[in-house]
């Protein structure tokens, strides 16, 4: 089966996100319902190419907290932004074409230890108990 060109913009446009990210410890690389790839820790959303029609195209959604997002709007407009939609998550837009290896590096590495501690809490939240998954609290 041929690939749209959108697969294809999608496969390229991730590439080097890919490559950053699975050098971080158990980062996966796989996909959304949706088809769109993103880089997962433990379940947990991390980064992965923006899909809301408000994102610009080859625009990357990352996990950062709001101070931090603050501070990369700031300092690099033209590379960070967020929309009205994305505002109210914890999570900075990348325009890709802007944003060099080690400034990807930086965030997904940021990115990680944000969704490590998220996966951290979820598990000490719960306990498998004969197979079934038990919620504390």
């Not at 796989?30 to 190419?49: E, H, I, N, Q, W």
């Not at 960070?80 to 939609?85: P, R, S």
Request: proline residues 4%; contains cysteine.
């Amino acid at each position: 089966m041929a690939r749209t060109t959108a697969e294809r913009v999608q496969k390229t446009s991730f590439d080097a996100v890919k490559t950053v990210g699975l050098l971080l410890p158990d980062v996966q690389a796989t996909k959304r319902y949706d088809g769109s790839p993103v880089l997962k820790l433990g379940g947990c959303f991390m980064a992965g190419l923006a899909t809301h029609r408000s994102a610009e195209p080859d625009t990357l959604v990352v996990r950062v907290n709001v101070e931090e997002r603050e501070l990369l709007l700031q300092e690099a407009p033209d590379t960070y932004y967020v929309t009205d939609y994305y505002r109210r998550y914890p999570i900075v837009l990348v325009r890709l074409s802007r944003v060099d290896r080690d400034a990807l590096s930086d965030l997904l590495s940021v990115s990680w230890r944000l969704t490590s501690a998220k996966t951290r809490r979820r598990r000490s939240n719960t306990r498998c108990t004969r197979g079934r998954l038990i919620r504390r609290g």
